[in-house]
């Protein structure tokens, strides 16, 4: 009789655990999904970052000109809406405007032109 007790006492602890872990392996698989989407998400935005930093090394990211083209696209609106709102005639503003590219020109000319002052091109003397 006591073997029979042993033996009951075993198949209902067996029970017991498979049905445990049985409940325990559904909320595991749950739970594996989300750590398997975040790994994911991860490993995307380091990959990301990865591209982005190996573009800047190799000289292959300008985010200077995307600043550029900004400045002059404001810089075209704003020549356009002022010569729309301008108290002059359309003739004395073209003819203002031509003069000051010219004097801007002939200033750029004059600057790349001209040599540095004091570097002789030599070290030390």
Known sequence: MGRHKEKLLW?????????????????????????KERARDTYDTATDRV???TDVIRGEDH???????AIL????IGVGVGMLLAPASGEETR???AEKVQDFGSKIRSRASSEPTGATGTYGE
Do not use: H
Not at 63 to 69: D, F, I, K, V
């Open 11 to 35: 198949n209902v602890l067996l029970g017991s655990s498979v049905y445990l872990l049985d409940s325990l392996r559904e909320r595991l698989s749950g739970n594996l999904d989300d750590v």
């Open 51 to 53: 591209s982005r930093a």
């Open 63 to 69: 985010p200077g000109l995307g600043t550029a083209a």
């Open 73 to 76: 696209i404001g810089v075209g």
């Open 95 to 97: 003819s203002n405007l």
